[in-house]
């Protein structure tokens, strides 16, 4: 009606590939922003331990240290858990910034829309809590999730099988489709105020609602990058929790 179609969903996810096409080595948008995700926090802590005089740079590399430390690991493991603070610290920073690419000019994508980062950092999850279940505890970490002795016998096959589920199948699923879902919903939602902002913007008769459209969309970014970090330390919260349930299955 505002002579602006709105893009087929598959342009807003489906990226060309910017060389190797067809080939197992192919890069494309989402693989640029990952390996963004990936250099930029490398880079931030290497560059902070050069500071000879602490800086702003170091100030907020220590503060993201200690924010895994005292809102991720200590709440969900205790002191045990400190251990694992670099792989809990790796997953935050990875997915934050892999998100916060929805709001960066030029790319207008979170990497954590598709499924493929989320799906493979669900798998590690679970290859990591599962790995610390039989180390810890032997073959007894799966007899216990398929024999759990805290219901009455006449339960445990239902409820051992319900356990099994959660710990190897839903646990990771839930982790994979939360992080997918929301940044999917997210970056749908801008787009489409960001394209009724261009068609108000472009018919003169109702341009009096640009300012509200406009002021919307800003809004939603703000919003969005807030729900950038939010997804991603919830991502690592679960993880710290399975790994707890993991060191700690009796608890």
């Known amino acids: 009606m505002l002579g602006l179609?709105?893009?087929?969903?598959?342009?807003?996810?489906?990226?060309?590939?910017?060389?190797?096409?067809g080939q197992i080595w192919a890069l494309n948008?989402?693989?640029?922003?990952?390996?963004?995700?990936?250099?930029?926090?490398?880079?931030?802590f290497l560059v902070s331990k050069k500071e000879l005089v602490p800086g702003g740079l170091q100030?907020?590399?220590?503060?993201?240290?200690?924010f895994i430390e005292e809102q991720v690991i200590m709440p969900a493991i205790g002191a045990q858990g400190l251990k694992y603070l670099p792989l809990l610290l790796t997953m935050f920073l990875f997915i934050f910034f892999g998100n916060l690419f929805e709001v960066i000019p030029?790319?207008?994508?979170p990497a954590n829309a598709r499924m493929a980062n989320p799906l493979f950092l669900a798998l590690l999850s679970l290859?990591?809590?599962?790995?610390?279940g039989f180390k810890e505890h032997g073959f007894a970490f799966l007899k216990d999730t398929a024999w759990p002795?805290?219901?009455?016998?006449?339960?445990?096959?239902?409820?051992?099988?319900?356990?099994?589920?959660?710990?190897?199948?839903?646990?990771?699923?839930?982790?994979?489709?939360?992080?997918?879902?929301?940044?999917?919903?997210?970056?749908?939602?801008?787009?489409?105020?960001g394209v009724l902002c261009i068609s108000v913007f472009t018919a003169g008769?109702?341009?009096?609602?640009?300012?509200?459209?406009?002021?919307?969309?800003?809004?939603?970014?703000?919003?969005?990058?807030?729900?950038s970090f939010l997804?991603?330390?919830?991502?690592?919260?679960?993880?710290?929790?399975?790994?707890?349930?993991?060191?700690n299955p009796a608890h």
């Open 149 to 193: 002795g805290f219901v009455p016998v006449g339960l445990r096959p239902l409820v051992g099988l319900i356990e099994l589920l959660t710990v190897f199948v839903l646990r990771p699923f839930a982790l994979a489709v939360r992080l997918f879902a929301n940044m999917l919903a997210g970056h749908i939602l801008l787009v489409t105020f």
């Open 231 to 247: 997804q991603a330390f919830v991502f690592a919260l679960l993880t710290a929790v399975f790994i707890d349930s993991s060191l």
């Open 127 to 132: 290859v990591v809590y599962v790995s610390i």
């Open 59 to 66: 100030n907020i590399v220590e503060g993201v240290v200690e």
């Open 205 to 227: 008769i109702i341009v009096i609602l640009l300012p509200l459209t406009f002021g919307m969309l800003v809004l939603l970014t703000a919003f969005e990058i807030f729900v």
């Open 5 to 21: 179609e709105y893009p087929p969903i598959e342009n807003l996810v489906e990226w060309p590939n910017y060389f190797g096409d």
């Open 106 to 109: 030029t790319f207008h994508m």
């Open 29 to 44: 948008k989402i693989g640029i922003i990952s390996l963004l995700a990936l250099i930029i926090p490398t880079v931030m």
